[in-house]
């Protein structure tokens, strides 16, 4: 199983280079998001993106009711293993994770590759031992 961090199903939204492989990866039905990613999926879609919360709820919803995206919620362990995380690697200017970021390497910790193009999400994720699923970001680069 892949783990998606919130920028990969931005990416397929807004049909960025990473889209197709993310659309491979969900064909495959191996894909998984944590609900906090899921949030912070919305909240880049309309905050940034502006898209209405329709036409995002129209998009994801399809694959989170159908079997191409399942939808993970975190426990107690992975808010101490989260917050652990984030002690450890986050720095300002050379590691800026997110909490979701940290949530997304807490579920990944159990065995599941991540799928990313988020240049310190992918550092830490191969620091803590994580497959990482180097997608393109917007210009085409890959951490």
Known sequence: MTLLDAYALVALLADEPAAVEVEDLLRA???RVVVVNLAETIDIAQRVH???????RAALEPLLLGDALEAIASSEDEAWLAADIRSRHYDK???ALS?????LLAHA???EAIA???PPLADVAREEGVTVVALPDSSGKRP
């Open 116 to 118: 990313t193009s988020d």
């Open 29 to 31: 039905g191996q894909a």
């Open 93 to 95: 200017k050379a590691s």
């Open 50 to 56: 502006r898209y209405e919360q329709g036409e995002v």
């Open 99 to 103: 909490m979701a970021d940290c949530f």
């Open 109 to 111: 910790l159990s065995g």
